[in-house]
């Protein structure tokens, strides 16, 4: 089955909402319409991102599973941009971006 990437690059957190509880949060609205492999934060330029890499059937399918589970974690962190990602050849492609 095809592996996807959702990239999160998030700023401030909706209140109430501890800092530790973001990124497993993250995972579990994706695993709502995805099998969640993996995740994992990272700072990239100063930014913190949310990683989480899933399984989709195809190319619609895991699209649509990062874009439902985007808006469960809107409520969690502002989510200031996104980067939809499908493992290809040993390389990963960019479907979308927002």
Known sequence: ????RLILTVGA??????PESVLP????????YA???SFDLRISRGVPQLVLRYTGED????????????????G???VT????LQRVH???????RG
């Open 59 to 74: 190319r619609a399918v895991a699209l649509d599973a990062a874009l439902r589970g985007l808006q469960g974690i809107r």
């Open 35 to 37: 099998n969640v492999e």
């Open 25 to 32: 949060s993250a995972a579990e609205h994706l695993g709502v």
């Open 90 to 96: 040993g390389r990963w492609e960019a479907i979308t």
């Open 76 to 78: 969690l962190v502002e």
């Open 13 to 18: 957190l909706a209140p109430g909402v501890q």
């Open 1 to 4: 089955m095809p592996s996807y």
């Open 81 to 84: 941009r996104y980067e939809v």
